[in-house]
């Protein structure tokens, strides 16, 4: 689930970045950190995860009768069931909490400073019978605060848990991106300068990848051909076949001016640093060409296997 598109990578990965860090932070508020984590979840296309969040943040749905079946399933998966019991059917019942993170944390907030002001009334009261009282109420709002502080409890590991699934998988994606990033700004700029018009024609390439039209990915498969037969053209113009040994057996290279894989392969070999490399970038090569040329050939039914 990862993002194709490189900025929308970037900017999950510091997205989930933040929202580490703002997580392991003691006091920070949940209600303002699910809306961040519901972007997050948009950026990485999870839809069923992005249903739960959104819920997380303005409140699972209830109808008359209740939760309807899936809404019931998401807060399952979110941990939000607990067990009470029925006094009318004389047994426990599952049930689940459905209030968004916001009033969780305003209910909290209320029930600790009820608290608060309990301890202190309990500590200034003098009267026995009023000690008693206000220690009856301190217990029922400290269940009250022990209860919903395990439950902002559970929406923060819910948040996390949920994040550091992808996080580091989105750095080392984004280290990648960044590499591939940096090695393509490097061709560009090498194309742009030897090969002007191959620029321009990949432009057309994009634009034509980007259409809902069949005929326009054929054309630009063909682009795609013609810049690699352009490159070949400048770095190994067609000149005569050669003739090499393989395992003692006699070769023909063909170097004619269709044989364009095979003039960018001896290009590449006669100017290889090790014979290893040689082999990788020629490989990728012909593995290239053979693509071009399949798929063409599926484009165009009467077009015969090109030269290699």
């Known amino acids: 689930m990862l993002p194709s598109n490189p900025a929308a990578l ?27 984590v519901l972007r997050l979840s948009r950026l990485l296309d999870d839809q069923a ?11 699972y749905p209830v109808t008359i009768r209740g939760l309807v079946d899936e809404v019931w399933q998401v807060a399952v998966r979110a941990q939000r ?7 009318a059917t004389a047994s426990w019942a599952e049930r689940v909490y459905t209030e968004p993170v916001a009033r969780l944390e305003a209910e909290l907030s209320k029930s600790r400073k009820r608290l608060r002001e309990i301890e202190r009334r309990d500590v200034t009261n003098d009267t026995l019978g009023s000690l008693s009282t206000l220690e009856i109420e301190r217990q029922d709002v400290q269940r009250d605060v022990d209860r919903l502080a395990t439950r902002w409890e559970a929406r923060r590991w819910l948040i996390q848990g949920y994040v550091l699934r992808f996080h580091y998988s989105l750095k080392f994606s984004e280290a990648a991106v960044d590499v591939f990033t940096r090695l393509r700004e490097r061709v560009d700029c090498l194309i742009a300068s030897r090969a002007p018009e191959a620029v321009r024609q990949f432009e057309a390439v994009a634009q034509n990848l980007a259409s809902n039209n069949p005929e326009h990915w054929s054309n630009a498969v063909h682009s795609c051909r013609r810049v690699l037969h352009d490159l070949a053209d400048l770095l190994y113009p067609a000149r005569a076949d050669r003739q090499i040994q393989v395992q003692g057996q ?10 364009y894989i095979n003039r960018l ?27 071009l040329d399949a798929v063409i050939q599926a484009t165009n039914k009467h077009t015969t296997q090109s030269p290699r």
């Open 10 to 36: 970037r900017e999950a990965a510091q997205l989930s970045d933040e929202i580490l860090q703002s997580v392991e932070t003691e006091n920070v508020s949940l209600s303002r950190l699910m809306f961040r």
């Open 49 to 59: 995860d992005e249903t739960m969040f959104r819920y997380e943040a303005t409140g």
């Open 81 to 87: 069931m607990y067990s009470e019991y029925d006094h």
């Open 250 to 259: 006699a070769k023909t290279i063909k170097l004619g001016h269709e044989n």
């Open 265 to 291: 392969v001896t290009y590449v070999e006669e100017r290889a640093p090790s014979e290893r490399f040689d082999k990788i970038v020629g490989s990728h090569l012909n593995y290239l060409g053979e693509r």
